[in-house]
Each structure stands twice: as C-alpha cells, then as structure tokens.
C-alpha cells in the first residue's frame, strides 16, 4: 500500500488535493476527521461540529494514545484492501510516527496557502465548520496550533511542501510532478 499523507493549515487546499488524486489517479481518500466523526456517531453522539470533533479526538487520545486516529486510518486501508491512499489532515506528531512506520511507502506532504487567501477559500466554501470572520479566522488557526503540535510546524517535517497560492490548475501540475517524482 502506498500512502499519501497531507497536512496543512485550515483552507491550504488539502482536500482538493486529495479529491485530485482520487479522481485522476485513483486513489481512495481517508480524512482524520472523517474516521472521527464515525466513530462519534457509533457512540451516538449528534450535532457534531469542530470543536465536538476536536475535544472527542482530543479525550480519545488521551485514553488511548495520540497515534490513535493514525492507527485507525491505516487499519481502514487495510480492511478495504486500498493499495493507493491519500490521508487528509495529519496535524500530530505521534500520528506522523506511526505513518513513517510504513517505510518508503509513506510520505507526507505539506500543502501551504497564504492566510489571507485561505480566508476567502473559506468564505467561498460556506461550510458548516468554517467561521463568519477573518479574527475568527485567526482564532481558529490559534487553538488549532495549540491543540495540534504539527500545525505550526509543517512544513518543517514534510517530505515534500507545496505551495498553494494559485489556480487550481498549479495544485494539479504540482500533484502530476510529485507522483512523477515519487514513481507512483
């Protein structure tokens, strides 16, 4: 199985990254959050929205171990027999451990987005987690980076950085370019 693993900051354009993937090379998309909110929902817990999402992961990787959410995308993978995955939204370090586990089969990618573009990716999107202004905007990407210790320090740890300031056409070419690079 090969692993793609995506992290970034709130609206760089991990998803739509992924969704390429999906779509152009066939591979399967898993989100953290994703796994999360099914496993809230197997518990019975409603209404779910972010902060709900964050103090569930937050309690469940206190009790079990921060590589919790990792360990469960991977075991996922392995039960639908994925060979090619993109793994959105890994913003903790004990979960980049576990995936690097995986040897040269896994290699984490840091999409990168200037703030205010982000922003206005997010006023575009109108989803239901996203908040109304650009200060709550900031305080968002505040508690974010208090909670997840990779938040602020992707680009740092990633095998490879991609910049996201453009057209959707320029995250394609770079995700061709890196599947190039990758052999995959």
Sequence with gaps: MKVIGLCGKLA????????????????????MSDIIIKEMESQ????????KIQQFSKEMKEKYGNDIWAKACIEYARKNRLRRVV???IRDSAELEFFRTLGDDFKLVCIKADREIRFKRV?????????????????QEVDEGKLYDLYDKC?????????????LIGLYAAAEELLKKLGW
């Design 123 to 139: 006023k575009q999107r109108k989803s239901l987690k996203d908040v109304e202004t650009f200060a709550d905007f900031i305080k």
């Design 87 to 89: 793994i959105s939204g």
């Design 44 to 51: 019975g817990i409603k209404d779910i929205d972010r902060q």
């Design 12 to 31: 760089s354009g991990k998803d739509t990254f992924a969704d390429y993937l999906v779509r152009r090379h066939g591979f399967s998309k898993i989100t």
């Design 155 to 167: 680009e740092e740890v990633a095998d490879y950085v991609i910049n996201n300031n453009g057209l």
